[in-house]
């Protein structure tokens, strides 16, 4: 092309150095000869300019870009993957069940500890929870794990009670009665 130099952005209407009438077709959104509205920054809107006016030209265009087209329903399924992973991990934090469990382990040979898990499902604070515990049975108690609170006594069955009425949030039917657990952990309890 004799023009291949000259900026194609830089062109506004007939091209001087053509000798017209030549069929030039015009691009009504960027007004370049439409082969070059794919330099143009609006290009899609060249492109639906094209669709809508000149449907044979811009069947050309798509058949052009077609791996353009192709790459960007790849990038598109990309990103709704990772769109879909982040809905999928909101989804899973939303589903994670709110219920707190009791149980009671034994501790030694006459003595039990009480076992509370699930407490920070409803976003309690273990740490103000285990000190609740503790003032509240006047025995020993500690946060032991991630989700966990051991009571030093048997105090199982009043927390049926308790846990409500400090959290009413937490309904007794979600105060769930684990009985008697084994604890093998080998933490001192
Ligand atoms: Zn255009």
Redesign the pocket.
């Known amino acids: 092309m004799s023009v291949e130099d000259e900026k194609p952005e830089l062109r506004v209407g007939p091209d001087p150095n053509v000798i017209y009438p030549i069929k030039v077709q015009y691009?009504g959104?960027?007004s370049?000869p439409?082969e070059y509205?794919e330099y143009?920054p609006d290009y899609h809107k060249?492109k639906e300019?094209l669709e809508k006016n000149l449907p044979s030209e811009f069947e050309k265009v798509k058949l052009d870009d077609g791996s353009l087209e192709a790459s960007s329903a790849e990038d598109e399924k990309k990103r709704q993957k990772r769109g879909g992973k982040g809905m999928l991990k909101t989804k899973k934090k939303e589903e994670v069940q709110k219920l707190v469990t009791v149980s009671r382990a034994p501790r030694g040979k006459k003595k039990s500890v009480t076992v509370v898990q699930g407490l920070s499902t409803f976003d309690i604070d273990l740490k103000v929870a285990a000190k609740f515990f503790g003032s509240r049975f006047a025995c020993g108690s500690s946060v032991t794990g991630e989700d966990e609170i051991v009571i030093q006594g048997d105090v199982k069955d009043d927390l049926f009670d308790v846990i409500p009425e400090k959290w009413p949030q937490i309904d007794e039917d979600l105060v769930d009665d684990l009985g008697d657990q084994k604890r093998s952990l080998h933490k001192a309890i």
């Open positions: 691009c959104n960027c370049l439409i509205c143009y060249c300019w």
